[in-house]
């Protein structure tokens, strides 16, 4: 079973910042890759970024890329997505996810196993 658990939610203005961490534990398998996933209200779960078990590979969606940055840490168990230049749009709950490593080829392809329980961000005019 893996665990995980996000942090670093808030409520910030239009322009800020956030940095949003995920803790990773549990039996993973080895090595596994991780995404960051968002639900707006109203609205079904939706792909934000996702990185590769090395870190080598990293993929955004076009809303994110160039604002958020995804990364981790693999001696803390850790997936960071830093968030900068945030709009009212980015009001959502965020979630990361965990799948075997294969998934960093397609994050497309299936729904990861792993979930976290999300963290809410706030973003205000």
């Known amino acids: 079973q893996v665990h995980l658990v996000e942090s670093g939610g808030g409520s910030v203005q239009t322009g800020g910042s956030l940095r949003l961490s995920c803790a990773v534990s549990?039996?993973?398998?080895?090595?596994?890759?991780v995404g960051w996933f968002r639900q707006l209200p109203g609205q079904e779960r939706e792909f934000v970024a996702g990185?590769?078990?090395?870190?080598?590979?990293?993929l955004y969606e076009d809303y994110a890329k160039g604002r958020f940055t995804i990364s981790r840490d693999n001696a803390k168990n850790t997936v960071d997505l830093q968030m900068n230049n945030l709009k009212p749009e980015d009001t959502a709950v965020y979630y990361c996810?965990?799948?075997?490593?294969?998934?960093?080829?397609?994050?497309?392809?299936?729904?990861?196993?792993?979930w976290g329980q999300g963290t809410q961000v706030t973003v205000s005019s």
């Open positions: 996810a965990a799948e075997s490593k294969e998934w960093s080829e397609d994050y497309f392809s299936k729904r990861p196993g792993y």
């Open positions: 549990g039996r993973t398998g080895g090595r596994y890759a």
């Open positions: 990185i590769s078990w090395s870190g080598g590979s990293t």
